[in-house]
C-alpha cells in the first residue's frame, strides 16, 4: 500500500518563500509611495479652505471697494491682520482685475493663489458684477 504524500519538499517550500518575498515587496513599496504622500490631501485641503475663505472676504465688499482686496504674497492672516502661526508655511495672493468682462458685462474677476508648505501652488477664481449696489447717500456704485 502506497501512503500519500503529506508536507512540502524542499523545491516546493523555496518556491513558495520566494512568491512570498516577492508579493511582500510590492506590498511595502506600495505602502511607502502611499505614506510617502499622506499629508499632500491634507495640504490640499488646507490650501482650499484658505483661498475659499480669502475669496467670499472679498466677494463680499461693496462694488467699489474690490480694488482694495489685492494684496501680493504674503501669511495668511485673521481678521485683525495677524498671522496664523498654525499656517506656518503657506502664502496668500489676491488679484483683482477690475477690467474684466463677464458674457460683455462689466465684471470684476478676483484670483487668489494659496502655496503649501511643500510649494504646491492652488488658485481659485471668482467673478463678481455690480448688483446695482448704492453708497450711504444714495450713489451708486456701479460703472
Known amino acids: 500500500m502506497i501512503r500519500p504524500q503529506r508536507g512540502m519538499t524542499l523545491v516546493e517550500?523555496?518556491?513558495?518563500i520566494v512568491i512570498i518575498g516577492i508579493a511582500a515587496a510590492a506590498l511595502y513599496s506600495a505602502m511607502a509611495a502611499i505614506t510617502g504622500?499622506?499629508?499632500?490631501?491634507?495640504?490640499?485641503q488646507q490650501s482650499v479652505m484658505i483661498a475659499e475663505s480669502y475669496l467670499s472676504s472679498a466677494l463680499a465688499l461693496p462694488y467699489d471697494?474690490?480694488?482694495?482686496a489685492a494684496q501680493s504674497v504674503a501669511a495668511p492672516r485673521n481678521l485683525a491682520g495677524e498671522p496664523i502661526a498654525e499656517l506656518a508655511g503657506y502664502?496668500?495672493?489676491?488679484?483683482v482685475?477690475?477690467?474684466?468682462?463677464?458674457?460683455?458685462?462689466?465684471?470684476?474677476?478676483?484670483?487668489?493663489t494659496v502655496s503649501d508648505p511643500q510649494q504646491q501652488s492652488l488658485r481659485l477664481s471668482?467673478?463678481?458684477?455690480?448688483?446695482?449696489?448704492?453708497?450711504a447717500a444714495g450713489n451708486s456704485l456701479c460703472p
Open 37 to 44: 504622500r499622506s499629508a499632500d490631501p491634507l495640504l490640499r
Open 126 to 135: 471668482g467673478w463678481r458684477t455690480c448688483y446695482g449696489e448704492y453708497d
Open 13 to 16: 517550500l523555496i518556491i513558495t
Open 91 to 95: 502664502s496668500v495672493a489676491l488679484a
Open 97 to 112: 482685475d477690475g477690467a474684466a468682462k463677464l458674457n460683455g458685462v462689466a465684471a470684476t474677476r478676483i484670483e487668489v
Open 65 to 68: 471697494q474690490l480694488g482694495s
